[in-house]
């Protein structure tokens, strides 16, 4: 009787251990999906003629932030818009893991949808898409670039 109790108690540990890691498992998430506020801070792109630098502040669900543009040959025409010259621009977006899908609003009224995959913590794989136009790759990098 006593080697019966021994053994449902080993296997009530083990069944509570098993539990324990695939829980921990399925909401540990992965190296792109952030539990702290580790991807915080400068983010930077420099593609298609355009420099920009965001300082982005992260969630679990929302990716925000502001900062500077420059269009570095002149204009760019991509998705449907057209942007020249420099100034600032918003960004706001959802999150899904390491989906992210927002818009990016210049100050000349162009809002482009900007989808994109946090690669790994330091770079978003991202573009700007339009329905009429295609799409334009604009990949965002965690930190300055030169």
């Given at each position: 009787?006593?080697?019966?109790?021994?053994?449902?108690?080993?296997?009530?540990?083990?069944?509570?251990?098993?539990?324990?890691?695939?829980?921990?498992?399925?909401?540990?998430?992965?190296?792109t999906t952030p539990t702290?506020?580790?991807?915080?801070?400068?983010?930077?792109?420099?593609?298609?003629?355009?420099?920009a630098l965001l300082q982005?502040?992260?969630?679990?669900?929302?990716?925000?932030?502001?900062?500077?543009?420059?269009?570095?040959?002149?204009?760019?025409?991509?998705?449907?818009?057209?942007?020249?010259?420099?100034?600032?621009?918003?960004?706001?977006?959802?999150?899904?893991?390491?989906?992210?899908?927002?818009?990016?609003?210049?100050?000349?009224?162009?809002?482009?949808?900007?989808?994109?995959?946090?690669?790994?913590?330091?770079?978003?794989?991202?573009?700007?898409?339009?329905?009429?136009a295609g799409s334009c790759?604009?990949?965002?990098?965690?930190?300055?670039?030169?």
């Open positions: 009787m006593m080697t019966l109790m021994r053994l449902r108690s080993r296997q009530a540990a083990a069944t509570t251990l098993v539990v324990t890691l695939v829980a921990a498992i399925a909401c540990g998430g992965t190296t702290d506020r580790a991807l915080d801070g400068a983010w930077t792109a420099r593609s298609f003629g355009v420099a982005l502040t992260w969630t679990q669900d929302s990716v925000k932030g502001s900062g500077t543009y420059t269009v570095l040959d002149n204009t760019l025409a991509c998705g449907g818009g057209t942007l020249k010259g420099s100034g600032t621009v918003t960004f706001r977006a959802s999150r899904s893991g390491s989906s992210i899908a927002g818009f990016m609003t210049f100050d000349n009224g162009w809002g482009p949808p900007y989808t994109g995959l946090l690669a790994n913590n330091s770079r978003i794989d991202g573009l700007f898409r339009s329905i009429d790759s604009f990949p965002l990098f965690f930190g300055l670039i030169p």
